[in-house]
């Protein structure tokens, strides 16, 4: 089977700062992979680099089987053209949510299918209409996001991506700006979302989420992977000491035996 999400060799420079160093992930067709890691090891940044928020310094990412970019003279080159058709491919949540406040709910699930897919407004609301529910939200449509609470602007954020269609589904830290009785709600429709088969790259400190949720898990490490695997072996008898390090700060979460 192709991977929905091949990357190989990657690497991500800031001037002088080699935030990512070599990475290789395969991402299989419906597989939930889970980034964990400590602030500065590079996480949020890879994700970035799946869908070119942030370019590469070198290194390749093959989304269903297609190179993303040309090489020319030794290196990849990426016209801002395939980039953007590219993004359109890929949905992406981030921590902040990033709603029009003078849009409706409906509206702000609506505008990117319109403006950046061309669909004619009958169709968007009907797309939007069945993503809502899908998080169950359709009864919020008609509301403004100053109205809803944190948990219910990031539902909308993710039935905004979901509703074009995406090959593959980015999280970044979705939760982190969640009031604790929030983080639920928004967890429960990423599950959702995994149990239906949505191809899906998190960033999250959740680890119950990690362990019941995940197909894979990947500990990064100063722009490395440490260590990738099952949750139940990753997260339950780790091979390095950093990752046990890890755990351990996660002392309050108990895993099952």
Request: with cysteine; hydrophobic share 40%; net charge negative.
């Amino acid at each position: 089977m192709t991977n929905a999400v091949e990357i190989r060799e990657l690497h991500k420079s800031f001037g002088d700062l080699e935030v990512l160093k070599g990475i290789d992930l395969d991402v299989a067709q419906g597989e939930a992979v889970v980034l964990l890691g400590s602030s500065g090891s590079g996480k949020s940044t890879l994700l970035r680099c799946i869908n070119f928020m942030e370019e590469p310094t070198s290194g390749r990412v093959s989304l269903n089987g297609d190179l993303i970019g040309t090489e020319q003279g030794g290196r990849m080159r990426y016209r801002e053209s395939d980039l953007c058709q590219l993004r359109t491919r890929i949905g992406m949540v981030f921590q902040h949510f990033n709603l029009f406040p003078h849009k409706t709910v409906l509206e702000n699930v609506m505008e990117g299918q319109v403006i950046v897919l061309g669909r004619s407004k009958a169709e968007a609301k009907e797309k939007a209409m069945a993503q809502l529910a899908r998080v169950g939200l359709e009864e919020k449509a008609p509301e403004y996001p100053a109205r809803l609470s944190g948990g219910q602007k990031q539902r909308v954020a993710i039935a905004r991506a979901l509703a074009m269609d995406p090959e593959v589904m980015l999280f970044d830290e979705v939760t982190s700006a969640l009031d604790p009785e929030l983080v639920g709600e928004v967890l429960k429709t990423m599950r959702q979302l995994a149990e239906e088969g949505m191809t899906m790259v998190c960033v999250t400190h959740e680890i119950g989420f990690a362990y019941h949720v995940a197909n894979k898990v990947c500990f990064l490490h100063q722009g490395q992977i440490l260590e990738q695997g099952a949750p139940q072996v990753v997260l339950k008898t780790p091979e390095t000491s950093r990752v046990r390090e890890f755990l351990e700060g996660h002392s309050l979460f108990k895993l099952p035996e």
